[in-house]
């Protein structure tokens, strides 16, 4: 295997196991755009902002594997979080984002969540994975 094959492969390991690891919500966006030193101005352009990453995250979720119900706790969690803003209610807010994580969190319908251990397709990735981080 040559080194352009391994790093892809190592590159695609490290971002399947970095995936959890990202925000789930905007509002998480706020924070580590501080903590890397990003200043963020005030008013309209946070709100247009947090409105857009919550439509982008909303058209995600409805593109996903997802069931029918989660898909649509996701949608009115989205539109609750952005509604809360504009309105400046910090519950309706809270509520939002709160149901945008679980959503998040909630299993894709047929990920292979009940394969057994044995399966040829669990030994594969299981293959793959190990080879990916030797």
Same mark, same amino acid.
């Given at each position: 295997?040559?080194?352009?094959?391994?790093?892809?492969?190592?590159?695609?390991?490290? *971002? !399947?196991?970095?995936? =959890?690891?990202?925000?789930?919500? =905007?509002?998480?966006?706020? =924070?580590? *755009?501080?903590?890397?030193?990003?200043?963020?101005?005030?008013?309209?352009?946070?709100?247009?902002? /947090?409105?857009?990453?919550?439509?982008? +995250?909303?058209?995600?979720?409805? !593109?996903?594997?997802?069931? =029918?119900?989660?898909?649509?706790?996701?949608?009115?969690?989205?539109?609750?979080? /952005?509604?809360?803003? !504009?309105?400046?209610?910090?519950?309706?807010? +809270?509520?939002?984002? !709160?149901?945008?994580?679980?959503?998040?969190?909630?299993?894709?319908?047929?990920?292979?969540?009940?394969?057994?251990?044995?399966?040829?397709?669990?030994?594969?990735?299981?293959?793959?994975? +190990?080879?990916?981080?030797?």
């Amino acid at each position: 295997m040559g080194v352009k094959a391994a790093v892809a492969r190592i590159g695609s390991a490290a *971002a !399947a196991f970095a995936l =959890p690891l990202a925000p789930k919500c =905007p509002l998480c966006l706020l =924070p580590l *755009a501080a903590a890397a030193g990003v200043a963020l101005p005030d008013g309209p352009v946070v709100e247009l902002g /947090v409105g857009l990453a919550a439509s982008a +995250w909303t058209a995600l979720v409805l !593109a996903s594997r997802r069931a =029918p119900s989660v898909k649509g706790i996701a949608a009115a969690a989205a539109l609750l979080l /952005v509604a809360g803003r !504009a309105a400046g209610l910090d519950l309706a807010v +809270w509520a939002g984002a !709160a149901g945008m994580l679980a959503a998040a969190l909630a299993p894709a319908s047929g990920c292979g969540r009940h394969q057994s251990p044995e399966s040829s397709s669990s030994r594969s990735f299981a293959r793959a994975t +190990w080879s990916a981080l030797r």
